[in-house]
């Protein structure tokens, strides 16, 4: 199993089991963080708290070997049911925390960004690197990484690729907290309890209104980035960007 989830207290834990890659997302893994988010609805737990297996990563973003040789029509899919099952998470009724020790990039962060609640460990490093691989974010990056820390940090972290880390995460809100290293689940559920004793009616009718204040229609602006995500897939640099990776070289883009 690519996704485990467990009962700890009155929290669910949905571990990302692929340790070996990085936790990297693929298809299988995407459909289990969607059984496992439909299977914590059913928990009558007071949230979720999503980790990565292994010392290393949250989750090193969607798996880039799965890339190689897909077609654009196979691409969107792929993009819009990481949208959906993200979506899925963004909705759900309990509130999530995402627990990122490690690197959480590309699709990792973007999956942290559809959490209620974000927690880094010291060691914690975000990014969105696609660019590096001719590519753009494809799991709502666009759409909610302005809204969490705004448009100029999103477009500088987007066009660069560049890493932040646990510190400059905090202070730009990208987390809301540093927690311990070894002590990161503990601390992760005394985060949570600091909530998960209110009423989930009012909490998520306070989730609603806030999202409310950042809503120029969300949907509208995913179809945009599944699209615009779909035609940069398409190019020669996306797959250059891709193989370079794969055989561990650095790549030579030719803007095309
Ligand atoms: N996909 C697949 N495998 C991965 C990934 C990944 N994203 N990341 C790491 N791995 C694998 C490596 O290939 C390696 O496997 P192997 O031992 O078989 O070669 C293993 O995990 C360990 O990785 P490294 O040896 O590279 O570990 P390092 O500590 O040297 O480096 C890094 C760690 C810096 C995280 C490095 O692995 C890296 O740069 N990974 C790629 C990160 C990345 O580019 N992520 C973004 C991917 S694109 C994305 O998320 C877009 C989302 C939208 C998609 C839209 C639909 C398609």
Redesign the pocket.
């Known amino acids: 199993m690519a996704v485990a989830l467990t009962r700890q207290d009155e929290f669910a834990v949905l571990t990302l089991n692929r340790a ?3 936790n ?2 693929n298809a299988e893994t995407i459909r289990e963080i969607s059984e496992a988010i439909d299977g914590a609805a059913r928990m009558e737990v007071r949230a979720l708290i999503i980790t990565g297996a292994g010392q ?2 949250f989750c ?8 190689v040789g897909i077609d654009p029509i196979a ?1 969107k899919r ?2 819009e049911l ?1 949208q959906s099952t993200f979506a899925k998470l963004d909705t759900l009724r309990i509130p999530s925390v995402a627990l990122i020790h490690g ?1 959480a ?4 962060l ?1 999956l942290a960004l559809a959490s209620t609640f974000r927690l880094g460990t010291p060691r914690a490093a975000m990014a969105l ?2 660019i ?2 001719g ?1 753009m ?3 709502g ?1 666009t759409q909610r990484l302005p809204r969490v820390v705004g448009e100029a940090r999103a477009l500088e972290m987007i066009m660069t690729g560049r890493t932040v880390r646990a510190e400059e995460a905090l202070s730009i809100g990208l987390v809301n907290r540093i927690v311990g290293e070894e002590t990161r689940l503990e601390d992760a559920i005394a985060f949570a309890r600091e909530f998960s004793g209110f009423s989930l009616v009012a909490l998520s009718y306070a989730r609603e209104a806030v999202k409310r204040a950042f809503a120029s229609a969300l949907g509208e602006g995913m179809k945009t980035e599944a699209e615009i ?1 779909t035609l940069a ?1 398409q190019s020669n640099d996306a797959l250059e960007g891709i193989t370079a ?2 055989e ?1 070289r650095p790549p030579n883009f030719v803007d095309a």
């Open positions: 070996e890659a990085l990297a997302l290393k990563a090193a973003g969607a798996d880039v070997k799965e890339m691409k792929k993009a990481g690197y990039f590309g699709g990792g973007e690197p696609e590096k691989l590519l974010p494809g799991y990056g995500s897939f990776f794969i561990k």
